[in-house]
């Protein structure tokens, strides 16, 4: 067993282990973080593969934003695990009913699917001036058809990705009379006599009452 088949095993091991420990972990941020741990191994597979293309895509898109997004959002809510188990075996039965048929499709499509379809044909080897080898990239090959074949699908997913953003921006930050926003140029035009204003008040305690002064007399006795 060479080396890249030794590492596919170990990369399929750990894949399933993550997988399995996904749906039985009883913490939902144990669940997430098992579900990054699969992705990555999925990623590396596609790396044995020599899909770099998907494997870039899978660390970007779903470990970079998808998974850290699906973390923080399970450590914010509060979730209570007890309420969440109480129906369990209710719902079992479908559950496995349910598991077993997708189960079952899966493996018929994993074992008569493919029977009609040729081998893939071998990669044509391209040489430089010197006559070396030119290595085969996955994702130079990808990028070249989008960017030449279908480069007008291409930006019309960006120009309408582009207005999903505009539109998830203005709808986030429209005017609302409960929010606390503060005007910049009120803040620039405000003058100090309209930060203080002196108000006079009338006196709230009663003045002290005055002793009276004893005559001059009385004061030699003492």
């Known amino acids: 067993m060479d080396a890249k088949t030794g590492f596919f095993y170990l990369f399929s091991v750990v894949l399933l282990f993550a997988a399995f420990r996904v749906i039985t972990a009883r913490n939902p941020v144990h669940a997430v973080l098992n579900l990054i741990l699969a992705f990555s191994q999925a990623a590396a597979i596609w790396l044995l593969l020599k899909a770099e293309f998907l494997a870039i895509v899978l660390v970007l898109v779903y470990l970079g934003a998808v998974m850290v997004l699906f973390l923080f959002v399970v450590m914010m809510l509060d979730i ?7 129906g369990f075996w209710k719902h079992f039965p479908l559950a496995a009913f349910v598991g077993a048929m997708i189960a079952l499709e899966m493996a018929a499509v994993l074992m008569g699917g493919f029977r009609g379809m040729d081998e893939p044909k071998a990669v044509a080897v391209v040489l430089d001036a010197a006559g070396q080898v030119v290595p085969y990239s996955n994702a130079k090959a990808l990028g070249k058809l989008l960017y030449t074949e279908y480069l007008y699908p291409v930006e019309i997913a960006a120009v309408i990705l582009l207005v999903a953003m505009i539109a998830a921006i203005a709808l986030t ?50």
């Open 80 to 86: 209570h695990i007890d309420t969440i188990r109480k």
């Open 173 to 222: 930050l429209r005017q609302r009379k409960d929010t606390k926003a503060i005007d910049p140029s009120t803040q620039i035009r405000v003058r100090a006599r309209d930060r203080l204003q002196v108000v006079k008040l009338a006196a709230t305690q009663k003045p002290a009452p005055e002793v009276a002064s004893a005559p001059a007399g009385e004061e030699k006795k003492a």
